[in-house]
């Protein structure tokens, strides 16, 4: 019985072991999952802002609907990782988060709401993957669509979003809140 009771512990101590990362891999997949946010981020910012340029906030929320989810596959397929936007508040329920998710959410909001500097996660998710998280904080340019209706977010940039997003939550945010993050899931090597 008590060689047992040994090989349980001692099994627990190296599965909790394998679920924990080193400092060198964590800084690695950060380093990854920034490069990969920041192409994303990019690529996304590009295209919209061109649709802003030709059309304005009219033109925005549709190429938003049509492309975002597939300019972000197109990155995943590019980099071989899961890529997703969430948030607390989500305008498109293809990005609901997950509970893990939105834990982290909870913290990146706590660590605004006292001023304290973000900083991305990595982390192992229930499955043993590696998963990277970095905040994505309200830009004065993304009111236009995310902003309190009826100030930042015209009546009518409200009634199109509304007829895209019939449950739109993604309204309502200031400048400088969390207004959600990059979730990159790393392929099981």
Not at 67 to 94: D, F, G, M, V
Request: with cysteine; glycine share 6%; charged share 30%.
């Amino acid at each position: 019985m008590k060689k047992i009771s040994v090989v349980i512990v001692a099994g627990f101590f190296f599965l909790s072991c394998q679920n924990k990362l080193t400092k060198e891999e964590e800084d690695n997949f950060k380093e990854k999952g920034a490069e990969i946010a920041q192409s994303a981020t990019k690529e996304l910012g590009s295209n919209l802002m061109s649709s802003m340029k030709e059309g304005g906030v009219e033109a925005a929320i549709p190429f938003c609907h049509a492309s975002a989810l597939i300019i972000t596959e197109k990155k995943a397929k590019e980099y071989q990782a899961e890529i997703k936007r969430t948030s607390h508040k989500i305008r498109n329920p293809k990005n609901k988060p997950s509970e893990e998710d939105t834990e982290i959410l909870k913290k990146f909001i706590s660590l605004v709401e006292s001023n304290t500097a973000l900083e991305p996660v990595v982390q192992k998710d229930k499955d043993n993957r590696i998963v990277f998280y970095s905040p994505i904080l309200m830009q004065k340019q993304c009111l236009a669509c995310h902003g309190s209706p009826g100030m930042e977010l015209a009546v009518r940039t409200d009634s199109i979003l509304k007829s895209y997003y019939p449950e739109d939550q993604a309204t309502g945010f200031k400048e400088g809140e969390l207004r959600g993050m990059w979730k990159i899931t790393f392929k099981n090597e």
